[in-house]
């Protein structure tokens, strides 16, 4: 089994930091891009921030200047910094890695965290 859990949601000031942490375990060969996911009430799931396992990345633009995203792959983990949050981010924060887990036979599948409450006051 394959698991990926997230930690370090919350309730912040607007203008405040959190930041996120999101750790996979279980049998797992490698794991390619892992990103961060946000949904808020009424809205669709949208991307935030993805990373390669080679550190490229990608932002929304709603995160660009704001957010980073990082990974360390020996922890099997990837991080996402966010600074200067606004209302808007208020959401349910998912992680998600593209992750192998087997070569003979190759499988290899999406998975998803439960996800994490973030919420920015005014």
């Known amino acids: 089994q394959v698991q990926l859990v997230e930690s370090g949601g919350g309730l912040v000031q607007a203008g405040g930091s959190l930041r996120l942490s999101c750790a996979a375990s279980?049998?797992?060969?490698?794991?390619?891009?892992m990103g961060w996911y946000r949904q808020a009430p009424g809205k669709q799931r949208e991307l935030v921030a993805a990373?390669?396992?080679?550190?490229?990345?990608n932002y929304a633009d709603s995160a660009k200047g704001r957010f980073t995203i990082s990974r360390d792959n020996a922890k099997k983990t990837a991080y996402l910094q966010m600074n200067s949050l606004e209302p808007e981010d208020t959401a349910v924060y998912y992680c998600n890695a593209d992750i192998v887990r087997t070569t003979t036979p190759y499988v290899r599948r999406d998975y998803w965290g439960q996800g994490t409450q973030v919420t920015v006051s005014s």
């Open positions: 990373i390669t396992s080679f550190g490229s990345t």
């Open positions: 279980g049998s797992i060969v490698s794991i390619n891009t």
